[in-house]
């Protein structure tokens, strides 16, 4: 596989890479294993992460620089136990990147309070267990680390999934509050915005007819790809880059600047106001 990044910039390197068992996280996983660094991948479902390990042997990465396991990262325990695994087989983690996440699409006011907090507990509650747990254990005794969180393109809201709407601006925020208070301990802490428009084992789930939609809500006039996603968090993970923190960076061929980005209907026309 072509890389735009030197040969080795990852050598001796331990990433952390959640929900690295399909789509972004996987993408992310190869190209960080194929310049050098060890990778640990997690998620809810074996059978993917098995996959994810099997795809990562095919590229020809060795066994010993390769780990997996299940993790639910809303479950604190989970989150403990896998890091600790991932500390004992690697010794040291450098980068961590929170990619897993998801919601489900549902009008705000038929949402069920167990849905609303479904999609909470999944993107903001897990995102913020997981990074400090990594933190506290490898990254802040160590006096390094690079965290990178993946969000979603939030900067007009997201109507028709104003859950999964409030929990990434929660990450973005969170992603401004730590680069701050962990600058002092050498940790850089960045997010990467994807548009809704990547074509990926995620977005399948939205089907054809919306990818279209946001296809044509898009300058480019082209999905992107889970490759294009993983080199913007590859580039926030290297030392190459340790100027940059608490920064939010969209990839998404230019969409929030256009129109419509998801079908809701027609709001009413409004009286005009009286004076
Ligand atoms: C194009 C868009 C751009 C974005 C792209 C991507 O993100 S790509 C990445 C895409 N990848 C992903 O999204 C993958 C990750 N996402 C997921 O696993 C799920 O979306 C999850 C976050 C809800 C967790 O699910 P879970 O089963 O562990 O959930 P739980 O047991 O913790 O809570 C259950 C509560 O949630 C509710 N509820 C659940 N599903 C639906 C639904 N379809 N419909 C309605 N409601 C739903 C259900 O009502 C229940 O409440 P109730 O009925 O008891 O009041
Ligand atoms: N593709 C896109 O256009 C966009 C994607 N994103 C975000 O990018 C990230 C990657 O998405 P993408 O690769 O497209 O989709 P995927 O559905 O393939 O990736 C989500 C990954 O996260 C894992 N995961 C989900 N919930 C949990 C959990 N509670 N604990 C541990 N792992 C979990 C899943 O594995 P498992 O099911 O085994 O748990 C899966 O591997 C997500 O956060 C997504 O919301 C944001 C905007 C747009």
């Excluded at 977005?203 to 990818?211: N, R």
Aim: aromatic share 6%; glycine share 12%.
């Amino acid at each position: 596989m072509q890389s735009m990044f030197a040969a080795g910039l990852f050598a001796h390197q331990v990433a952390l890479v959640t929900g690295g068992g399909s789509g972004i996280g996987l993408a992310t996983a190869r190209e960080l294993t194929a310049l050098g660094a060890s990778v640990a991948i997690c998620g809810r479902k074996m059978e993917k992460i098995e996959a994810g390990l099997a795809a990562l042997a095919a590229d020809g990465v060795p066994s010993e620089r390769l780990f997996g396991g299940t993790c639910d990262i809303r479950e604190p325990d989970q989150v403990a136990a896998f890091v600790g695994q991932v500390i004992e087989r690697f010794g040291r983690i450098d980068v961590l990147v929170n990619n897993a996440g998801g919601q489900f699409p549902s009008p705000a006011e038929t949402l069920s309070p167990r849905g609303w907090e479904a999609v909470i507990r999944n993107n903001l509650n897990g995102t913020f267990f997981m990074t400090r747990e990594v933190a506290t254990r490898a990254m802040i005794p160590a006096k390094r680390g690079r965290i990178v969180n993946v969000t979603a393109m939030v900067v007009r809201g997201f109507p028709g999934m104003s859950h999964t709407g409030a929990a990434r601006a929660g990450v973005e925020n969170l992603t401004r509050s730590l680069a701050i208070e962990w600058a002092a301990h050498g940790i850089r802490v960045n997010a990467v915005a994807p548009g809704n428009n990547i074509r990926s084992s995620g977005t399948a789930q939205y089907g054809e007819e919306l990818l279209e939609v946001t296809r044509k809500a898009t300058p480019l006039k082209r999905l992107g790809t889970p490759e294009e996603v993983a080199r913007v968090i590859v580039f926030l993970s290297s030392t190459q880059n340790d100027f940059v923190t608490g920064a939010v960076w969209g990839i998404d061929g230019g969409q929030p600047l256009w129109g419509e980005l998801w079908p809701i209907p027609e709001p009413e026309p409004q009286p005009e106001a009286k004076g």
